[in-house]
T-cell receptor
Framework: DTEVTQTPKHLVMGMTNKKSLKCEQHMGHRAMYWYKQKAKKPPELMFVYSYEKLSINESVPSRFSPECPNSSLLNLHLHALQPEDSALYLC??????????????FGDGTRLSIL | AQTVTQSQPEMSVQEAETVTLSCTYDTSESDYYLFWYKQPPSRQMILVIRQEAYKQQNATENRFSVNFQKAAKSFSLKISDSQLGDAAMYFCAYRPRGSGTYKYIFGTGTRLKVLA
C-alpha cells in the first residue's frame, strides 16, 4: 500500500496550461520532497519542505512553483512548461532526517507529458 | 562533493540464485546513512534496506543483505534466492547525518533482470 498518495497519476498538458500536482501523507512526516525522474535515470531533487517551510530549491525554473499548505499536503503548480519537462514527478516524505536514519517514503508518481 | 556510483547499469540473475549489486560513494563525512531503494515498473520507489555508517554490523532484511566496507566506501547489496518480483531498478542512496541534512544523493541505478 502506498502511504504517500499522488494525484493525478497521469497528466497531459499543453505548454500554455496551468495545472497542479498534489501529494498527501498522513504519517506525521515533517519533511516532504519533490523529485523529477526521467526514464532509466535516478530521481533529481527539486524541492524540500521542512516543517512546512521551503528549505531546498535546487535551482528549479520558476515555471514550477511548490506549495506546502499544511504538514500533510504538498502541491506543485505548473505553468508554461516545456516539452523537456515531460517526466515522472515523484513526491516523498520522511521523518526529520536530523533525528535518525529515517528513509524517504515515495508515492507512485505523476507521469507528466507536455504537448 | 558527495557522489554515489553504481558501476553496473544492468545485471541478470537466474531465479533462486544470488546476485550482488555494487555501490561506491565518495564523502568526507564520517557519519552518514546509506540506503538501497527498489523501483519496479510500477514506479514506486520502495526502501529495501538501510545502514548507519557508525554501525559495523551489516544490515539484513530477509533475503537482502549488505556488505558495508566503510574504509573502502563500498555498500553492495546481496539478493539471495532471487525471485521474479525482484526485477526492478535498484538505486543506492547516501545521506549525511545531522539536522537539516535533507538531501539524498542517488546513484545512477542498476537494472536487475531475473530469468525464469
Amino acid at each position: 500500500d502506498t502511504e504517500v498518495t499522488q494525484t493525478p497519476k497521469h497528466l497531459v498538458m499543453g505548454m500554455t496550461n496551468k495545472k497542479s500536482l498534489k501529494c498527501e501523507q498522513h504519517m506525521g512526516h515533517r519533511a516532504m520532497y519533490w523529485y523529477k525522474q526521467k526514464a532509466k535515470k535516478p530521481p533529481e531533487l527539486m524541492f524540500v519542505y521542512s516543517y512546512e517551510k521551503l528549505s531546498i530549491n535546487e535551482s528549479v525554473p520558476s515555471r514550477f512553483s511548490p506549495e506546502c499548505p499544511n504538514s500533510s499536503l504538498l502541491n506543485l503548480h505548473l505553468h508554461a512548461l516545456q516539452p523537456e519537462d515531460s517526466a515522472l514527478y515523484l513526491c516523498a516524505s520522511s521523518q526529520d532526517p536530523g533525528r535518525g536514519v529515517y528513509p524517504q517514503h515515495f508515492g507512485d508518481g505523476t507521469r507528466l507529458s507536455i504537448l | 562533493a558527495q557522489t554515489v556510483t553504481q558501476s553496473q547499469p544492468e545485471m541478470s540473475v537466474q531465479e533462486a540464485e544470488t546476485v550482488t549489486l555494487s555501490c561506491t560513494y565518495d564523502t568526507s563525512e564520517s557519519d552518514y546513512y546509506l540506503f538501497w531503494y527498489k523501483q519496479p515498473p510500477s514506479r514506486q520507489m520502495i526502501l529495501v534496506i538501510r545502514q548507519e555508517a557508525y554501525k559495523q554490523q551489516n544490515a539484513t532484511e530477509n533475503r537482502f543483505s549488505v556488505n558495508f566496507q566503510k574504509a573502502a566506501k563500498s555498500f553492495s547489496l546481496k539478493i539471495s534466492d532471487s525471485q521474479l518480483g525482484d526485477a526492478a531498478m535498484y538505486f543506492c542512496a547516501y545521506r549525511p547525518r545531522g539536522s537539516g541534512t535533507y538531501k539524498y544523493i542517488f546513484g545512477t541505478g542498476t537494472r536487475l533482470k531475473v530469468l525464469a
